[in-house]
Antibody, heavy 121, light 110 residues
Framework: EVQLVQSGAEVKKPGESLKISCKGSGYSFTNYWIGWVRQMPGKGLEWMGI????????RYSPSIQGQVTMSVETSINTAYMQWSSLKASDTAIYYCVRERISTGTNSLDVWGQGTTVTVSS | QSVLTQPPSVSAAPGQKVTISCSGS????????VSWYQQFPGAAPKLLIYDNDKRPSGIPDRFSGSKSGASATLAITGLQTGDEADYYCGTWDRSLRGGVFGGGTKVTVL
């Protein structure tokens, strides 16, 4: 079974750092883009960026650029997203997704269960 | 403000049909395929339609997608109470060089 399993919920204070993970299984991890999608409380989906595990090529949404860092560790089929200094506005559910990208198309065909991040003093 | 525009809500009686529109521009829907996602409360979204009109394995044919110009439509026929969920359209945007979503549409079965 193809699946993405994410790390558990986090509660942090403003200014703290955080790294969440997403482990893929059931498919060739290095051959598919991994994306991250944010969903703020009561809001819609927001595309944050993608990383290609095969060569770590990374693309960020203009609104996200500089706020997070995406990375992968192919030896354990795991993708990460990290913050160096969290803000209250980072409170959200973060989904990792397997993103199928080719000319003219991108579809998010496998979703992780989501990681809830709460940032509060 | 989402790049793609969807109605906030649609509703219909059981057994009826609903359609959800998704409006974009030449930099996104106009030149790229559209996907649709279904999200139940408290759950992760799920791919419902990809490449405008294709259904992943296991998705009933009551769900269908279409695209014309810079707009796309999701149709749900034979509406069931179990279809009550939020639905999002998504595609790639050439100008932004990234993925974009609609704001989501809540489907209510009356």
């Amino acid at each position: 079974e193809v699946q993405l399993v994410q790390s558990g919920a986090e509660v942090k204070k403003p200014g703290e750092s955080l790294k969440i993970s997403c482990k893929g299984s059931g498919y060739s991890f290095t051959n598919y883009w991994i994306g991250w999608v944010r969903q703020m409380p009561g809001k819609g989906l927001e595309w944050m960026g993608i990383i290609y595990p095969g060569d770590s090529d990374t693309r960020y949404s203009p609104s996200i650029q500089g706020q997070v860092t995406m990375s992968v560790e192919t030896s354990i089929n795991t993708a990460y997203m990290q913050w160096s200094s969290l803000k209250a506005s980072d409170t959200a559910i973060y989904y990792c997704v397997r993103e199928r990208i080719s000319t003219g198309t991108n579809s998010l065909d496998v979703w992780g269960q989501g990681t809830t991040v709460t940032v509060s003093s | 403000q989402s790049v793609l525009t969807q109605p906030p809500s649609v509703s219909a009686a059981p057994g009826q049909k609903v359609t959800i529109s998704c409006s974009g521009s030449s930099s996104n829907i106009g030149h790229n395929y559209v996907s649709w996602y279904q999200q139940f409360p408290g759950a992760a979204p799920k791919l419902l339609i990809y490449d405008n009109d294709k259904r992943p394995s296991g998705i009933p044919d009551r769900f269908s997608g279409s695209k014309s110009g810079a707009s796309a439509t999701l149709a749900i026929t034979g509406l069931q109470t179990g279809d009550e969920a939020d639905y999002y359209c998504g595609t790639w945007d050439r100008s932004l060089r990234g993925g974009v979503f609609g704001g989501g549409t809540k489907v209510t079965v009356l």
